[in-house]
């Protein structure tokens, strides 16, 4: 009796579903967790959220811009829960993230009003990326400045990755089209 019931069609149907669903729940950028401050925070927090996951750095040309429509963005579009900025300070680029996490938190709050969480700061390429990066990395492309913006569904996977050249403005459609469940990776070009 035990072999008909694993051995029928719908019986392989479920377990096939579930294996999926498994599998594919463990493959996503919120499994991981990282630093904010001295404190591990579970990304699993933000699943079911788009997330817009920025390398942000203090000193950079790009700084200016993007903190300003960042900040907007988390404004519009955070305020009805289904998305948020993550912002991860490297000091790679330029050497333009020099500053401890308090200093780096106090100079985006106070000439910001950053309203994202910014967390500690990292390596986005070489040999000591953290894990959720590597995630970002291997599923899209990896930085090469300041400012890269990885697009993260609300199942966790990266939908897309832009380089600082192009401007927040210019992809808060494509945010918007995923927090509304009407984006077509590829009508849009796949990664």
Not at 135 to 143: I, R
Not at 151 to 163: H, N, S
């Amino acid at each position: 009796m035990k072999n008909s019931i694993i051995s029928s069609p719908a019986a392989s149907l479920v377990l096939v579903l579930f294996l999926t669903i498994v599998e594919s729940s463990s493959d996503n950028f919120y499994r991981y967790s990282v630093k904010r401050g001295k404190e591990d925070t579970q990304l699993s927090q933000y699943a079911g959220k788009v997330v817009l996951v920025v390398n942000v750095a203090s000193e950079c040309g790009y700084t200016d811009g993007h903190y300003k429509t960042l900040v907007r963005l988390q404004k519009k579009l955070g305020a009805n829960d289904k998305f948020t900025v993550l912002a991860f300070p490297c000091n790679q680029f330029g050497k333009q993230e020099p500053g401890t996490y308090e200093e780096i938190l106090s100079f985006a709050k106070k000439n910001y009003k950053v309203n994202f969480p910014i967390f500690s700061k990292v390596n986005v390429v070489g040999d000591e990326v953290p894990d959720a990066w590597r995630y970002l990395t291997e599923n899209s492309e990896q930085p090469t400045w300041n400012f890269w913006k990885y697009l993260v569904d609300e199942g966790g996977k990266v939908v897309r990755a832009w380089g600082p050249w192009i401007t927040v403005e210019d992809i808060t459609q494509d945010i918007i089209d995923v927090i509304d469940g009407n984006y077509n990776v590829k009508s849009r070009g796949e990664l």
